[in-house]
Nanobody, 124 residues
């Protein structure tokens, strides 16, 4: 049974940094693609970043390219999303998603398992 558990969210001020963690069980993050998505109230869920089985295969949304970094540690089966220079419009519930395929996708419909989400609030 696949389980994804996100952690690391919280309330931060604009310009701050946060690192989200997604720890998997029943699923090898080093053998498949793992993505981060986010959803704000009243908006559709959108892709943030993804890391494929081959680490050079990283995808990031346009808003994430200069501020967010996705990485993983196979030893503890965890994928991280480091977010720098956070802005109020980064406020959302952030979800980790696992794809039973080695390549990334920007589309949430192509992911097979989801975590429960972690709230990130950026406010002064």
């Amino acid at each position: 049974q696949v389980r994804l558990v996100e952690s690391g969210g919280g309330l931060v001020q604009p310009g701050s940094s946060l690192t989200l963690s997604c720890t998997a069980s029943g699923f090898a993050v080093g053998e498949n693609a793992v993505g981060w998505f986010r959803q704000s109230p009243g908006k559709e869920r959108e892709g943030v970043a993804c890391i494929s089985r081959v680490e050079s295969g990283i995808w990031r949304a346009h808003f994430a390219k200069s501020r967010f970094t996705i990485s993983r540690q196979n030893a503890n089966n965890t994928v991280y999303l480091q977010m720098n220079d956070l802005r109020p419009d980064d406020t959302a519930v952030y979800y980790c998603a696992a794809r039973l395929w080695e390549y990334c996708s920007a589309f949430d419909s192509q992911y097979d398992h989801w975590g429960q989400g972690t709230q990130v609030t950026v406010s002064s």
